[in-house]
């Protein structure tokens, strides 16, 4: 009876129209969906839409050389020692043998003259470490002026903005392993500037070196924060980074077809992920190119590190060098008081060191909180339409350059025969006015640009043709632009300035307008009031000309 109630059943059941796996390698991947859910997964994100533009490959260069970095740095951990204890130096390199040096230096001259390789794996290591935070400072820079950074994306702008800093010292970290002269001048001018800290400066500076500079204690530490913790934390947020990158659909450029609703584009895969893959060969290639060629960080030059000397031409990385700028131009000002010595020549640069950084940081919110804007913005900004904010952003980058020409003021004074005093002079009030300049003759040439097109609009292009008139004038015949051109030139949208309201309400009450209100207004007035935008064309101002006399 059960028997036949089982066939019973057994005939009553559907057959499953899946066909059965064609292999084992079939079979294992429908194990894996089965558990996993890849599949769904992939069908929702390898079809997503990007954009193609050159300016989104900035963004790729971050992650490639971020990778690169990883894995030259895999290879180079498994040679080097981090280790302060003292050795005497008797490797294949001649002019230091017989030296006294650290494990670390010792072991670093190994992996650059003995491991097979080793000196190669070296050079790509710092030189895509330089890449990874310059085309992280260039990807923030894009994002910054076409305005990506507004909502949904300011947690975004943060995260990377945190990848940047962080990159910035994990090289600063990086660089002070091998324990050569140069590091350690630097890590002695790191050292310096924690001690400049009033009240805890001291404990600071025992927690982190061990004891008193050099001690045994620094490199191991360096190694780990290097290698494991800085690391782990960049990785969190380029994951985060990436996350969010394919939740909020990708930016782009106005143009036909182009809204705040959808992405024109090519697909992750396989046309996206193709032209990524060859892209990511041709940035290794060209960092190992550059690697082959170009030597940076020669320490066998330098010689171990000793509290006595300092190397000659003493420079840092190109990132770090706006900091040593900052010291460098400040006079050596002191405070004495109370039996206790403030070090403002340190301590004030110090303070200005994390505000030039914070200030590119908080820039979204505060343009949020200026303008009142709490729209989604999908469509990003041409810079000279925005033209307060990318004389922001120019005059940040000039102060930035101004205070790397005072970190190689001695560099400068040498190679071009100037007085090092005259140059730190020239950091000293540049440092004021060079932002100034920078800002003014940026928002006039945007605005100038805007002009233009609305020039180029309204009149065409010139077609280098001439045409004589009736009654003799000659004139220059201009072509309409296409529809494309005409869009792209006047998609951008110009906000009114937020203004206050009336001092007294409708039945003759003051109002009360704070502080904040008023400069809010100000400022709003500032960005998008008479003088920081050009108006757009209007159609009426299109057709008046295009079918009025005198056009051509």
């Known amino acids: 009876m059960s028997a036949a109630s089982s066939a019973t059943s057994g005939a009553n059941k559907p057959a499953s129209t899946r066909a059965k796996p064609a292999n084992k390698a079939e079979a294992a991947a429908d194990w894996a969906d089965g558990r996993l859910g890849i599949y769904s997964l992939a069908r929702a994100n390898l079809r997503k839409i990007f954009p193609d533009h050159w300016s989104f490959m900035l963004g790729e260069i971050c992650l490639y050389t971020f990778i690169i970095i990883i894995l030259t740095g895999v290879y180079l951990t498994l040679f080097f020692k981090p280790s302060m204890g003292e050795v005497v130096y008797d490797g294949t390199y001649m ?11 010792a072991s670093t001259m190994n992996i650059s003259f003995e491991i097979r390789g080793g000196l190669l794996i070296r050079q790509i290591h710092h030189w895509a470490a330089l890449v990874f935070v310059a085309a992280m400072l260039v990807h923030m820079m894009r994002v910054f002026f076409t305005g990506a950074f507004r909502k949904p994306r300011e947690v975004n702008w943060v995260f990377g903005f945190l990848l940047l800093v962080l990159g910035m ?37 025992m927690f982190l070196f061990g004891g008193e500079f050099p001690g ?10 290097h290698v494991l913790l800085i690391p782990g934390i960049m990785l969190g947020l380029l994951v985060a980074h990436l996350i969010l990158v394919f939740y909020h659909k990708h930016t782009q450029f106005a143009g036909p077809g182009r809204t705040e609703k959808n992405v024109v584009g090519m697909p992750l895969m396989p046309v996206y992920m193709a032209k990524a893959g060859g892209f990511f060969f041709l940035v290794f290639g060209l960092i190992a190119a550059i690697s082959a060629i170009a030597t940076i960080n020669p320490i066998w030059a330098y010689g171990p ?33 109370w039996g206790h010595t403030l070090n403002m020549g340190v301590f004030v640069p110090l303070m200005i060191f994390p505000l030039v950084l914070v200030a590119i940081a908080v820039y979204p919110f505060i343009e949020s909180w200026i303008t009142g804007d709490k729209r989604e913005h ?16 120019a005059a940040w980058i000039s102060e930035y350059l101004v205070l790397l020409v005072g970190g190689g003021n001695d560099l400068f004074a040498t190679h071009l025969h100037l007085s090092i005093n005259d140059i730190t002079y020239f950091v000293r009030v540049g440092f004021f006015v060079v932002p100034v300049l920078v800002f003014v003759i940026t928002k006039r040439w945007c605005l100038g640009l805007q002009r233009r097109d609305k020039d180029k609009v309204l ?17 220059e015949v201009h072509a309409q632009l296409p529809q494309d051109k005409l869009f792209k030139l006047t998609a951008h949208e110009q906000p009114q ?23 809010r207004a100000k400022l709003s007035q500032g960005f998008y009031g008479e003088g920081a935008q050009i108006p757009k064309p209007t159609t009426e101002e299109h057709h008046e000309i295009t079918s009025g006399h005198g056009h051509h």
């Open 216 to 225: 045994t204690d620094i490199v191991p530490r360096f190694f780990t924060i």
């Open 378 to 393: 999908h469509i990003l900004d041409r810079p000279r339409n925005a033209p307060v904010r990318t004389a922001l952003g």
């Open 95 to 105: 002019p230091l043998r017989g030296i006294r040096m650290s494990e670390a230096y």
């Open 169 to 205: 010292f994990d090289g600063f970290f990086g660089y002070s392993l091998p324990d050569d002269l140069l590091s350690g001048t630097g890590i002695r001018f790191m050292e310096g500037a924690i001690l400049a800290v009033p009240l805890v400066g001291t404990y600071v500076q």
């Open 459 to 475: 009149h065409g292009r010139e077609t280098g043709v001439i045409k004589r008139l009736a009654h003799g004038e000659f004139v």
């Open 497 to 519: 300035p937020i203004e206050l309201p009336a001092e007294v309400d409708e039945n003759g009450v003051a109002r009360k307008t704070g502080v904040l209100d008023r400069t």
């Open 305 to 337: 590190y000793r509290p006595d000397q300092v190397s000659t031409d003493a420079q840092p990385d190109w990132y770090m060098g706006f900091s040593e700028g900052l010291i460098r131009v400040m006079p050596g000002w002191e405070i004495r008081a």
